[in-house]
């Protein structure tokens, strides 16, 4: 089979998040099994910024057994990167499909238009709540504008879609909004979300001796961003700092500046955490894999997330989570069985959990065995690849 892939990011820019990660893990797994991939991209690069493009990276690459071919951003709003040469790139191919992920992506507006005029069946996930997200009311009057500006677009996308590819129970609901102007309900099919485990279980250097932790550590991993909830966090651990679990505990909050940067480290200052809490910016792939085996769990007080990836890789190291019981969150993770759920907002109980949790080794290595069950059975890469070679083949056979 033949697969073309579209993506707003690909490597080298690994802090992009979890679409980035889906996409290299489909392009991985399929072409591991004979398929003919090709992951078509921007040359996004990262460097500390979501907003830096390079050039130099090559146009086509070939990594393991699939290609990327990038084409150059000329220009982006916020994280809706413009490359116009990737219609061309798109053009001179033929594949059998075409799977697209983020809708709000000028990159999956492209995918549309070229399943559209070859007539090749088109393949759409979102990854980013088209409906639900909060930067669509909590942001400036202009980028709720462009969000607007967006939906004849988004619409377009999902009238020319095949097939629609949800993580989970909550994201099909999301797609059922009328606004959406979905026809055929039977278009969805729900996939859940995997990780890949050999990628996560590589040499990595020891992380507590690398940045002078000498004692357990509780780990949050994401975007500096408001949406995660790490003032949230930093609350908590403020009312943490004045009981005697300040000289048994330290929080290693780690991730890249998605405009939250500032407020984290003015947050630390006024509260005086400097002692109880670390933060690494911009961790290589290593650090992070590293922090997730040697941490105790981690906490994850997001605001709103659609089916994240941080816990199903914690699990892979049978670290559970303590994280808020919102959106997608309860659909990926089940309270009591391999997590923590709180109330969103809550920090007096988030501080609350997160001490009882730490007091409890028992309680968060039972929680953390069953994670890893979860992504051992059904959370993985291979089972979310060949679930989707099937959708792919049905819509070749059909």
């Not at 909004?177 to 039977?186: F, P, Q």
Request: charge should be positive.
């Amino acid at each position: 089979m033949k697969i073309s892939l579209v993506s707003p990011a690909s490597l080298p820019a690994t802090q992009f998040g979890g679409i980035l990660f889906l996409m290299l893990d489909i392009a991985r797994e399929a072409s591991n099994l004979g398929h003919d991939v090709t992951l078509y991209t921007t040359d996004l690069d990262f460097a500390n910024n979501p907003h830096t493009f390079n050039k130099s990276l090559p146009k086509k690459e070939k990594i393991d057994n699939f290609y990327i071919m990038r084409s150059h951003v000329w220009f982006y709003i916020q994280l809706f990167f413009v490359n116009p040469g990737m219609y061309f790139q798109m053009m001179r191919d033929t594949p059998d499909v075409i799977h697209t992920i983020g809708l709000r992506s000028f990159q999956s507006f492209v995918a549309a238009i070229v399943a559209k005029k070859k007539n090749i069946p088109l393949i759409i996930s979102d990854q980013g709540g088209l409906t639900t997200h909060p930067d669509l009311t909590d942001n400036s009057i202009l980028q709720k504008l462009l969000y607007r500006l967006q939906f004849p677009f988004i619409k377009f996308i999902i009238r020319q879609a095949s097939k629609i590819i949800v993580a989970n129970e909550y994201e099909k609901q999301i797609f059922l909004d009328k606004r959406l102007s979905l026809e055929n309900t039977e278009k969805i099919s729900i996939i859940k979300n995997g990780v890949n485990i050999s990628s996560l279980t590589t040499i990595t250097p020891n992380f507590k001796e690398k940045y002078d932790i000498d004692m357990p550590f509780i780990l949050f991993l994401g975007r500096f961003a408001r949406v995660k909830g790490i003032d949230i966090l930093l609350n908590s651990i403020k009312i943490i700092k004045d009981t005697n679990f300040s000289k048994r505990i330290k929080f290693v909050i780690m991730g890249v500046d998605f405009g939250f940067q500032k407020q984290i480290f003015d947050m630390i200052k006024k509260f005086n955490l400097e002692d109880i809490v670390c933060v690494i910016k911009n961790p290589s792939r290593d650090d992070v894999i590293a922090a997730y085996r040697e941490t105790e769990f981690l906490v994850l007080p997001s605001r709103w997330e659609l089916s994240p990836l941080t816990p199903l890789e914690g699990f892979v190291f049978k670290k559970s989570v303590i994280s808020t019981n919102v959106h997608g969150i309860p659909s990926t993770i089940t309270n009591g069985k391999n997590c923590v759920l709180v109330e969103n907002e809550d920090f007096q109980n988030l501080a609350i959990q997160i001490m009882k949790l730490f007091d409890n080794p028992e309680e968060y290595m039972k929680l953390g065995q069953a994670g890893y069950e979860l992504v051992s059975k059904e959370c993985n890469s291979k089972f979310m690849t060949e679930k989707i070679l099937n959708v792919y083949d049905n819509l070749i056979n059909r």
